[in-house]
């Protein structure tokens, strides 16, 4: 199922998207990249933000009040860092900067629209809940010891209005959901896997 993201460089419409809206189970999975969702009983692609943005895909669980918001940029050789004149640390791309970017615009409407009868009506809580952001771009083939450690760092180190950004690449990220659905194949009956 996923032997399709094999290939070096992947574009963001005709690979990644028409992936995720193909294999909706997968889709789900990626809610569970973040700790506080549970069981996925929301799914939406080309999720809007009142009008204003609108994220790839939005997987949350509505009963822990847990969303995920996601955001899938290309991946290419140079999608997370690029060389830049005659420096010798790669610069973060302007493609990562771009995807990264659009997440803190959706954190920033999300906060401007708390507490509202609007927000509140489209998340069907009374109360807030909690979000997190998920930037998927680029391999890591090719990616250097150094620059393995600053996208971690970046991943586990920076927040947004104390919000998580994950930032993944896709190879992690079909890591990750590998493992998580080996995790419930012993469980399925022999005849259904």
Same mark, same amino acid.
């Given at each position: 199922? @996923?032997?399709?993201?094999?290939?070096?460089? /992947?574009?963001?419409?005709?690979?990644?998207?028409?992936?995720?809206? *193909?294999?909706?189970?997968? %889709?789900?999975? &990626?809610?569970?990249?973040?700790?506080?969702? &549970?069981? #996925?009983?929301? @799914? %939406?692609?080309?999720?809007?933000?009142?009008?204003?943005?609108?994220?790839? /895909?939005? #997987?949350? $669980?509505?009963?822990?009040? *847990?969303?995920?918001?996601?955001?899938?940029?290309?991946?290419?050789?140079?999608?997370?860092?690029?060389? #830049?004149?005659?420096?010798?640390?790669?610069?973060?791309?302007?493609?990562?900067?771009?995807?990264?970017?659009?997440?803190?615009?959706?954190? =920033?409407? @999300?906060?401007?629209?708390?507490?509202?009868?609007?927000?509140? &009506?489209?998340? $069907?809580?009374?109360?807030?809940?909690?979000?997190?952001?998920?930037?998927?771009?680029?391999?890591?083939?090719? /990616?250097?010891?150094?620059?393995?450690?600053?996208? *971690?760092?970046?991943?586990?180190?920076? /927040?947004?209005?104390?919000?998580?950004?994950?930032?993944?690449?896709? $190879?992690?990220?079909?890591?990750?959901?590998?493992?998580?659905?080996?995790?419930?194949?012993? =469980?399925?009956?022999?005849?259904?896997?």
């Amino acid at each position: 199922m @996923l032997d399709r993201f094999e290939n070096e460089s /992947l574009k963001e419409r005709e690979h990644i998207l028409s992936f995720f809206t *193909e294999n909706l189970h997968v %889709a789900a999975l &990626a809610g569970h990249v973040t700790p506080g969702i &549970a069981n #996925v009983d929301r @799914l %939406a692609y080309e999720f809007d933000f009142f009008g204003d943005y609108v994220a790839d /895909l939005a #997987v949350g $669980d509505s009963k822990r009040r *847990e969303y995920c918001f996601v955001e899938f940029e290309n991946a290419a050789p140079d999608s997370i860092f690029k060389k #830049v004149g005659k420096k010798s640390m790669l610069e973060w791309s302007p493609r990562f900067d771009h995807g990264y970017s659009q997440i803190i615009d959706w954190f =920033w409407k @999300l906060h401007d629209m708390d507490r509202s009868y609007t927000q509140r &009506a489209r998340f $069907d809580h009374a109360n807030s809940f909690n979000y997190c952001g998920l930037l998927v771009i680029g391999r890591s083939k090719g /990616l250097a010891t150094i620059e393995r450690e600053r996208l *971690e760092w970046r991943r586990k180190k920076v /927040l947004v209005d104390s919000k998580h950004i994950y930032c993944m690449t896709f $190879d992690e990220f079909f890591e990750d959901l590998t493992l998580k659905l080996n995790k419930y194949v012993p =469980w399925v009956a022999p005849e259904t896997k």
